[in-house]
């Protein structure tokens, strides 16, 4: 006897996966609003990139160019990188669900770290396979925990790099050892969504080891530093033979003509990037110093954002902080979901924001920076 269905139901796991909430933009109640939750540059979008975007509504009955040559071409020219070993796309997070639903079947596995980008697990449990969590170590990746986890059914490895929320990074003799203990079927992926930020001299976002393996792709996004969130665009570096599969099942038109245009204007504007680069230096070290001669504990960072870790004592936990900052126009991300119940995450933002939330968060605290 067949049982008679209803309505169209999802196939088994899709209703098992926690929606990605995004930061959120709103004080209600309050006058003047800094956003704070969602690691967006302070300065904006290149004037170039903006020149390009507009320049692009003529025409707008056209349809794109499906292979966004031209930004390819100036992110190559920029990374010194094969334009054809490169993929342009609608937000790094295209990759990670064309990656995905690529290369995993249900019941393979995918790694993922314990505070790692929420979005990579979502996609493998998007696929039908397995996400496997792996510990982190003091904040960071740690790289024999995720060897220890590699299992016949481990298909993928997803590593932020820098990490989101944390702001650590794993330098990249790290990196070198994760990729040489893993089998070669497992395609290592680096998102490197921070790597412009980082002033290190033992990190490389991935273009080295996607040059010399088959199984490492890195991706990128112009949401960050470029200040073209609004906008989407993503792209990834990969072995040609990962850029052909991802290239057969895409949408044909995953960027649209603004994008593409304003992308490459953006990509070839590095002195504008080399300002926002720096402000960024000063400003994490600065806020950095100042929360933490007010009691609070700051996760040291690569990135253009900070974790603030709040003493585990009545009314100077997190959920109070972040109450606290909301009531007064400063709004941060909450990041229990990324296992952090008691920490906030705080984007770097224009001097006044920033200013402004050393102030509050030492009133908070009861004590001046």
């Known amino acids: 006897m067949s049982i008679e269905i209803s309505k169209p139901v999802p196939r088994p796991g899709i209703l098992d996966i926690a929606t990605y909430v995004p ?26 990139a903006l020149e390009a975007f507009h ?25 010194a990188l094969n334009p054809d070993n490169i993929l342009c796309g609608n937000g ?11 290369y995993l079947s249900p019941g393979d596995e995918g790694i993922v770290t314990e505070h ?18 792996v510990k982190e170590k003091d904040c960071t990746v740690d790289v024999d925990a995720i060897l220890a986890a590699v299992t016949e059914k481990t298909k993928i490895v997803f590593i932020a790099n820098p990490g989101n929320p944390t702001g650590t990074y794993v330098p990249v003799n790290e990196i070198r050892r ?4 893993m089998p070669r079927h497992v395609i290592l992926v680096l998102d490197g969504a921070y790597a412009e930020y980082v002033r290190r001299n033992d990190y490389e976002a991935g273009i080295e ?12 996004t112009f949401s960050k530093i470029y200040g073209l969130a609004a906008i989407r665009i993503g792209w990834m570096y990969g072995p040609i033979d990962i850029v052909d599969a991802l290239d057969r099942v895409r949408s044909p038109f995953n960027l649209n003509k603004a994008a593409i245009a304003a ?24 806020m950095t110093s100042a929360l933490e001669s007010i009691g609070l504990r700051v996760t040291p960072s690569v990135t253009n954002f900070i974790l603030i870790h709040f003493p585990d004592v009545d009314g100077k936990r997190a959920a109070e902080a972040d109450e606290f900052l909301t009531s007064r126009g400063y709004v941060l991300r909450a990041v ?17 924001a920033n200013r402004g939330v050393i102030e509050t968060l030492g009133e908070f605290m009861g004590r001046k920076a």
Not at 66 to 74: I, Y
Not at 116 to 133: D, N, S, T, W
Not at 209 to 220: E, F, G, K
């Open 92 to 102: 790094s997070d295209e990759f990670f669900n064309l990656l995905c639903h690529v």
């Open 263 to 286: 992308g490459a204007a953006a990509m070839r504007d590095q002195a504008f990037i080399q300002q926002a680069i720096s402000f960024n230096q000063l400003w994490i070290e600065k």
């Open 23 to 48: 930061g959120k933009a709103h004080a209600p109640g309050v006058a003047r609003v800094f956003k704070l939750s969602s690691n967006e540059t302070p300065f904006g979008a290149s004037p170039k």
């Open 178 to 181: 994760l990729q040489a203990g």
């Open 209 to 220: 080891l996607v040059s010399s393996n088959p199984n490492v792709v890195m991706t990128r």
């Open 116 to 133: 790692g980008f929420l979005i990579h697990k979502i996609q493998i449990m998007g696929a039908g396979a397995v996400p496997v969590v």
């Open 336 to 352: 229990s979901a990324y296992g952090f119940p008691n920490a906030l995450r705080m984007s770097i933002g224009a001097e006044e």
């Open 55 to 79: 320049a692009a509504a003529d025409h707008m009955e056209k349809y794109p160019d499906g292979q966004a040559k031209e930004l390819r071409s100036a992110i190559a020219a920029v990374h």
